[in-house]
Every structure is written in C-alpha cells, then in structure tokens.
C-alpha cells in the first residue's frame, strides 16, 4: 500500500514537469509590424548602398626590361631581351594589371635605363608615366615523376616559376618596393593494361607555372601602387581655362575638385643627395568637361574655385584634393 501511493505521487510529479516544460518551451507568437519608411524611400536606400563608388583615378604605370635570367629556354644565339620566358612574363603581368582596371599600362620593351624614361615626355610623343615596373624571371624548372606496375603507370608533370618584380619612381630613379612571387602547375596521365592518356611533354604548363607565380605576387604589387599619389600635368592656361592632362578613362569626371601644388625647390643635402622640399598647395579647381578618344590624347578643362593660378605651367603638378 506504501508502494503503491509513492508510485501514484511520483507519476503525478513528473506530469506536472512535463506540463511546466511544455508551457516554458512554447514559443510567443511574432507580430509582423510595417517600417515607418515608405516603399519608396526604402528602395533609393538599397540603391545608394549598391551604387558604384566613385572611379579610381588611375595611375599611369610602364612595364619596362622584364628578363629570364634562368638558363631554361635559353640558348648561345638568342639575345636575353628577346627571351620568350621573359616575354611572357612581362606579358601576364600587363594583362593582370589591365584587367584589374585600375591602371593605365604602357609598355617600354626598350626602356632599360631610367634616365630614358625621365627624358621620355621632351624627347618622344611617349606618355610619361609615374612608375617603371621592372622585373626578371629568377627561377624556372620543370620535372616528371611517376609510378610502373604490372597493368598500370602514371606520370606527373610539374613546373615552377619564381618571379622578382621592382617598382622604381621614374623622376628620383628609386626603387621603392620589390616582391617575389612562386607559383607551380602540374599535370597527370595514367595508363591502364595499354589503354589511357598519354603525356607528351606539355608546353602550356611552363604558362601555368609563370601564371601561378605572377599570382601569387600581384595583389601586393596593385597595393603598393595605389599607395602612390596621383598627380598628373597642367597642359596649358587660357583665360580662365585651365587644361589638364587626363580624362574619363583615367577616371576623371565633371564635378571633380583637384589641387593645384607647387613643387618643392631642390636642395643639395650633405650626403650629396639631391632633394625635393614638399610641395604646398596654391589653388584648387573643378573640372568642367572632358575631352580626347583614348589615353593618349584625352583631358580635362577646369575652372579656378579657390587660391590663385601661377601665370606659368612650369612647377605645378595636379594631385588629389581633399574637399
């Protein structure tokens, strides 16, 4: 009888837990309540938030001497400028940084020595550019491995590439940053009893390979040169026109404020080295229109909104404002 109303007590305890947890993990219910925006006015938010920024003002880069200064692919008779590793190197690298739309890329195969390239705007119809990219292939190989059974074998092609990248100021003649970069690429064949794939020595993975390497180093290469400050030229002064040099392609748009900066004078520091004093600020302008068809002919008309214009070119240099 004792037994009996323990287990009747005992029953009845663990309903009413059951009951209090049913109660305790019953959700309430959810009242949908209408935004205080209107439909309207949140469709234009969505749309500033996925608006495209404003263009980047792209900086004028040249890819000059870009050499294989390994002994693959090389022979006695072949000029180490003409160099098709070294050709193809350069070449990638100038199709990453167009694609990468930030840049306007020039090429200077030509162009070893920097003081041709600070010549270049009085002595050729040639863009000047801000930066000279020079560069060499460092390292190269290639090797096949593979395993041989009874019914079966399998071959491994690899390649390895190892790329060195300089970024050198074109007015100073310094190099301001280097870079490495390594890549591989491989590809596998397998053979079973006489039948299956079959590799032949494989051409493109030397590409893949130099691919991989220019991968591997490019994203530091675009940082480094958006860190430098763009600037461009003053063309020419008509009344109350200013002319600069760079337009839509170069990311320059009606309605953008640039300054107008005076170089620094020179001066000769004791260790012989020449240097440049900052430059200062004596106007600003906005621009009124753009013209030209491509990179090589385009600019800008501007208008003065503040400071006073020099009545000579000589010495000024356009960079970003900060309005």
Same mark, same amino acid.
């Given at each position: 009888m *004792?037994?009996?109303? *323990?287990?009747r007590?005992?029953?009845?305890g663990?309903?009413a837990v059951t009951v209090?947890?049913g109660?305790?993990?019953?959700?309430a219910?959810?009242?949908?309540?209408?935004?205080?925006?209107t439909r309207i006015e949140?469709?234009?938010?969505?749309?500033q938030?996925i608006?495209?920024a404003k263009?980047?003002?792209?900086r004028?880069?040249a890819?000059?001497r870009?050499?294989?200064?390994?002994?693959?692919g090389r022979t006695?008779?072949?000029?180490?400028?003409?160099?098709?590793?070294?050709?193809?190197?350069?070449?990638?690298?100038?199709t990453s940084l167009v694609?990468?739309?930030?840049?306007?890329?020039f090429?200077?195969?030509d162009l070893?020595?920097?003081?041709a390239?600070?010549?270049?705007?009085?002595e050729s119809?040639?863009?000047?550019v801000?930066?000279l990219i020079?560069g060499s292939?460092?390292?190269?190989?290639?090797?096949?491995?593979?395993?041989s059974?009874?019914?079966?074998s399998t071959?491994l092609?690899t390649?390895?590439a190892v790329v060195d990248?300089?970024?050198v100021?074109?007015?100073?003649?310094?190099a301001?940053?280097s870079a490495?970069?390594a890549?591989?690429?491989?590809?596998e064949?397998?053979?079973?009893?006489g039948?299956g794939s079959?590799a032949?020595y494989?051409?493109?993975?030397n590409g893949k390979a130099?691919?991989?390497?220019?991968?591997?180093v490019i994203?530091?290469l675009?940082?480094?040169?958006e860190?430098?400050?763009w600037?461009s030229e003053?063309l020419?002064l008509?009344?109350?026109?200013?002319?600069?040099?760079?337009?839509?392609?170069?990311g320059?748009?009606?309605?953008?404020?640039?300054?107008i900066?005076a170089?620094?004078s020179?001066v000769?520091?004791?260790?012989?080295?020449?240097?440049?004093?900052?430059?200062?600020?004596?106007?600003?302008i906005?621009?009124?229109s753009t013209f030209?068809?491509?990179?090589?002919?385009?600019?800008?008309v501007?208008?003065?909104?503040s400071?006073?214009?020099p009545?000579?070119t000589?010495?000024i240099f356009?960079?970003?404002?900060?309005?």
């Amino acid at each position: 009888m *004792h037994t009996s109303s *323990h287990l009747r007590s005992l029953f009845i305890g663990l309903s009413a837990v059951t009951v209090l947890a049913g109660c305790a993990t019953k959700q309430a219910e959810i009242e949908a309540t209408e935004g205080t925006a209107t439909r309207i006015e949140q469709q234009e938010a969505q749309q500033q938030q996925i608006a495209p920024a404003k263009p980047t003002l792209k900086r004028k880069v040249a890819i000059g001497r870009f050499s294989n200064e390994t002994r693959y692919g090389r022979t006695f008779f072949r000029d180490a400028d003409l160099d098709p590793l070294g050709k193809q190197t350069a070449d990638m690298l100038s199709t990453s940084l167009v694609d990468s739309q930030q840049f306007l890329v020039f090429e200077r195969p030509d162009l070893s020595k920097i003081k041709a390239e600070q010549n270049i705007v009085g002595e050729s119809n040639l863009i000047g550019v801000d930066t000279l990219i020079l560069g060499s292939l460092t390292e190269f190989g290639r090797k096949t491995t593979g395993d041989s059974g009874f019914l079966s074998s399998t071959k491994l092609q690899t390649a390895r590439a190892v790329v060195d990248i300089r970024l050198v100021d074109t007015r100073t003649g310094f190099a301001f940053f280097s870079a490495k970069g390594a890549g591989e690429a491989s590809m596998e064949s397998g053979e079973i009893a006489g039948f299956g794939s079959k590799a032949d020595y494989d051409e493109t993975l030397n590409g893949k390979a130099i691919s991989a390497a220019i991968s591997d180093v490019i994203g530091a290469l675009i940082n480094k040169l958006e860190e430098r400050p763009w600037r461009s030229e003053v063309l020419q002064l008509e009344g109350s026109n200013i002319f600069i040099a760079g337009g839509q392609r170069q990311g320059i748009q009606a309605g953008d404020k640039f300054a107008i900066m005076a170089s620094g004078s020179t001066v000769k520091s004791q260790s012989g080295a020449m240097i440049e004093l900052p430059a200062s600020q004596v106007a600003t302008i906005e621009i009124v229109s753009t013209f030209g068809d491509s990179e090589l002919n385009e600019g800008s008309v501007a208008k003065l909104t503040s400071g006073t214009m020099p009545t000579s070119t000589t010495g000024i240099f356009v960079a970003e404002s900060g309005e």
